[in-house]
Structure formats: structure tokens, C-alpha cells
Nanobody, 116 residues
Framework: QVQLVESGGGLVQPGGSLRLSCATSGFTFSRSLMKWYRQAPGKERELVVGITSAGGTTNYLDSVKGRFTISRDNYSKTVYLQMNSLKPEDTAVYYC?????????WGQGTQVTVSS
């Protein structure tokens, strides 16, 4: 079955960095568009960025442009989100997502808290 497991979140000071990982199994990762979403408290889940099977990226959320970078490793079936220059407004639960045979799958999420 499809499984997505996020990791790498935590508490970081403003200006700091984190690298999120999403380990996957149960589908053909190398052919799949992978996405990172986030959901802040009291807000709707929003798309941060996606990465195609060939490594091309979709548009980044405006508020993260120039600070976040998505990447993937098809050998380890893992997608990453490098987050630099973090701001308090980046505080959210971050989720990876994939669409397989018309069904959307989500991981359990990883909490990112940016605070001094």
C-alpha cells in the first residue's frame, strides 16, 4: 500500500534552516509528481511546491520563493524540502502528497515551529 512518512521537522529560530524528508513506498515513485503542502493553525492546507518525475518544479508558494527548495532522489524514493531563512509565518504542519490511480495520499505530517 502507498505510504508516505515525513520527518525532519522541529523547533528552529527565525533565520534558521530545516530539511524535511518524505520517504515513500507502495507506488512507482520515479514516475510520480510529488508535492509538499503545509497547514498552519486555523488555516487551510496550502500547496508549497511540487516536483515532477523529471525533476522539474511547479510554482513555489510566493511566500517561500527563494527560501525553499524541493528535490527528489528516485533511488531512495524520497522527496525533500530544504527550508532556509525560516520565518515565524512558516510555522505549520508540513505534508507530502502523491496522486496514485486518482487517489490522493498523505503522510502524517511533520511539525515545523519557527520561534525565538
Amino acid at each position: 500500500q502507498v505510504q508516505l512518512v515525513e520527518s525532519g521537522g522541529g523547533l528552529v529560530q527565525p533565520g534558521g534552516s530545516l530539511r524535511l524528508s518524505c520517504a515513500t513506498s507502495g507506488f512507482t515513485f520515479s514516475r510520480s509528481l510529488m508535492k509538499w503542502y503545509r497547514q498552519a493553525p486555523g488555516k487551510e492546507r496550502e500547496l508549497v511546491v511540487g516536483i515532477t518525475s523529471a525533476g522539474g518544479t511547479t510554482n513555489y508558494l510566493d511566500s517561500v520563493k527563494g527560501r525553499f527548495t524541493i528535490s527528489r532522489d528516485n533511488y531512495s524514493k524520497t522527496v525533500y524540502l530544504q527550508m532556509n531563512s525560516l520565518k515565524p509565518e512558516d510555522t505549520a504542519v508540513y505534508y507530502c502528497n502523491v496522486l496514485v490511480d486518482g487517489i490522493g495520499y498523505w503522510g502524517q505530517g511533520t511539525q515545523v515551529t519557527v520561534s525565538s
